[in-house]
């Protein structure tokens, strides 16, 4: 889909809002730097204050823009899916983490659990106007545990689209474990970095303007990247892998990643309706 056409604002308005925000940048600065953001960022020109503010000058953010990726590809697990990012392409692709749902039968809002976000990713795998898939609500009956949840989240995406994917996860620590389980899914070790299909983040700034540690330790984390640690574990984990089926819990005591291979009757009983052929 090709997009630009709608301008609500003049170019004057938006070089106005660009300039106050590198203004902002660079006279304020952002609250709470990590020790890992500030290692990073000091020696590229970042400055911090007296106040513990990492204040970003303006010709080190217009360097940064300059030298960013314009253009890139939005790897999906099936390659017919894979989109093409930038230039004037526009594409949908879903977001939230909504902690409810409106459930269609009893017709009121209740909890979102995990079978949920399977449903929503079959839903989105089928319409063509949807072109990626990000996590749509949270698996509310796992929030206790946020790997229980993260990994189950995971495997419930993968299981009910082939479109390119992403979801924030609660901690930089559990990349290398996302990395094993997406190996496992490719059918050999490091496939997954060959072709990254799967995007993870959070929201690095938090109000009023300050860093939010654990999604910024995500965003500046090595382990977000390729790493030995990930490919390693790849050898050492079950090979049972998942499948287009509904997702039940992928629950580790030990925290070694491992899938169970889950049947439609425990999804349908979880939610006490049988789950539409896929």
């Given amino acids: 889909m090709t997009g630009g056409r709608f301008r609500p604002l003049s170019e004057r ?66 390659p017919e899916y894979d989109i093409q990012i930038g230039g004037d392409r526009v594409h949908f692709r879903t977001c939230g983490e909504a902690v409810n749902i409106f459930d269609y039968e009893t017709r009121e809002a209740r909890p979102s659990k995990l079978v949920d976000l399977y449903d929503t990713a079959r839903l989105a795998d089928r319409l063509t106007n949807i072109h990626a898939f990000c996590q749509t609500v949270v698996a509310t009956e796992h929030s206790n545990d946020a790997f229980v949840h993260d990994t189950n989240a995971l495997y419930a995406q993968l299981a009910g689209t082939q479109k390119a994917l992403a979801m924030s996860t609660a901690t930089a620590a559990h990349i290398d474990h996302f990395i094993t389980l997406l190996d496992l899914f490719m059918g ?73 291979r889950p049947t439609r009757a425990s999804a349908s009983a979880s939610r006490s309706r049988s789950s539409p052929e896929t």
């Fill in 13 to 78: 308005d938006l070089q106005r809002i660009h300039a106050t925000a590198l203004d902002v940048l660079e006279q304020i600065g952002v609250g709470e730097p990590t020790p890992n953001i500030v290692e990073a960022a000091i020696p590229k020109g970042a400055v911090l204050s007296d106040g513990g503010r990492l204040c970003f000058p303006r010709s080190l953010m217009e360097d940064l823009i300059d030298g960013s990726c314009k253009e890139f590809t939005h790897y999906a697990p099936n």
């Fill in 188 to 260: 050999r070790e490091g496939a997954f970095l060959e072709r990254p299909f799967f995007n993870f983040g959070g929201c690095p700034i938090v109000s009023p303007l300050r860093f939010g540690a654990d999604n910024a330790c995500i965003h500046s984390s090595p382990t977000a990247g390729p790493t030995t640690t990930g490919r390693k574990r790849a050898s050492e984990t079950p090979t049972n892998s998942p499948t287009n089926e509904p997702p039940r819990s992928c629950r580790s005591t030990t925290r070694s990643t491992s899938i169970r």
